[in-house]
Each structure stands twice: as structure tokens, then as C-alpha cells.
């Protein structure tokens, strides 16, 4: 007999949190720096929104600067349940800077949200190919989806995949506690049958 790969279950029913964010990074010291600042420290995304828009409607800011004030807004537009305003402007800012990995990965977590998971899916996969400055959290996004819609195999290979990137994030590392690997066990002769 030979061993044959691993077949991976879930134990219980996995307590999902909600889908995690990368924000884009913006530099400088005016309005759309502090629209990141706010969507990074999360506290107040009412206060964060309106920096956000005064930064979009006063400020001249280069493209990347503008697409990544967007998404930063559409960030905090989540964290307040307003869904479609966020798809605005994260199509918005998209539009503006179609290079942004964390981007597609930040709407793909809105369209999780929506239960649109295959097109949660292609947009993550799409940020995770243009790169990201949160690799994991494309991975736990992808995750997400992918156990979302009964893929539990993918799904445990995606957390896996966020905690060896970023240990210390504990949304990945706590929801591998929710599976159990097993190897199975294959009659010699049927290697190959299905």
C-alpha cells in the first residue's frame, strides 16, 4: 500500500471573521496621508471618510495617490456596512490604477461580503498576481471565498499559506485550528483509479 496525499476536513463549523483589508499605502503629509493613517487604525471611519473625500475633492493628487485614496475610503466604507458605496470606489479607484494588487484583494473581501465568491475569487487572484503589500491577507481572502463555497481543501491550503507568510496574523492561524489532515491510505493496484 502507498500513502496518497492528505485529505483535509473540517472539524466544526468554522467561525468565519469578516474578510481582512490591505489599504494602500499613501505618502506625503496631507490629506490623502491621513485618509490612509484613518482606514489603517480603523477607529473612526466616519471621521476617516470625511478626510478621504475632502482629500479627493481639494487636494491635487497624482494617480496612484488618488486611486489609493479611493480604496482607502472604500475601506472604511465597509467597515460601516456601506457595501455599494465602497464598490464605487473601489471600481473608482481601480479605474484610475489598474496595478494595485491590494485593491482587487480589498474588493474582493466587499464581494465576499456580498456572497459574490467567484468573483471575489478572480478579483484576489488578480491582486495576488500584481502583488500586494499585505500578501497574507490576499491568501485569508481567497480563503474565505474558497470555504465559502465548499472548497475546504483550497481553503486550508490559503490560511496555511497567509500564517507561514505572516505568523503573527491570527484570523489565518486561528482558522486552521477548524481542520483536521489525515493521509489516506491507498490500496497497492489502484494508485491511479478514482
Request: hydrophobic share 45%.
Amino acid at each position: 500500500m502507498i500513502w496518497r496525499g492528505a485529505v483535509i476536513g473540517c472539524a466544526s463549523l468554522m467561525l468565519l471573521t469578516a474578510p481582512a483589508h490591505a489599504l494602500i499605502s499613501v505618502v506625503g503629509a496631507g490629506m490623502a496621508h491621513d485618509c490612509f493613517i484613518a482606514a489603517k487604525a480603523g477607529t473612526d471611519p466616519r471621521g476617516g471618510i470625511a478626510i478621504c473625500s475632502t482629500a479627493l475633492a481639494e487636494e491635487t493628487l497624482g494617480t496612484r495617490a488618488r486611486a489609493g485614496t479611493y480604496i482607502n475610503r472604500a475601506v472604511m466604507k465597509v467597515a460601516l456596512g456601506q457595501i455599494d458605496g465602497a464598490m464605487e470606489d473601489y471600481n473608482s479607484g481601480l479605474l484610475l490604477d489598474p496595478d494595485l494588487g491590494d485593491g482587487y484583494v480589498d474588493r474582493g473581501a466587499a464581494l465576499i461580503m456580498l456572497k459574490r465568491y467567484d468573483q471575489a475569487i478572480v478579483d484576489i487572484n488578480k491582486g495576488i498576481g500584481l502583488g500586494q503589500t499585505y500578501e497574507h491577507v490576499g491568501y485569508y481572502n481567497r480563503g474565505v471565498a474558497e470555504f465559502f463555497l465548499g472548497r475546504t481543501t483550497p481553503a486550508y491550503y490559503d490560511f496555511k499559506k497567509a500564517s507561514e507568510i505572516a505568523p503573527e496574523f491570527t484570523p489565518a492561524s486561528e482558522q486552521l485550528k477548524n481542520f483536521v489532515v489525515t493521509r489516506v491510505r491507498v490500496p497497492a493496484g489502484q494508485e491511479g483509479a478514482h
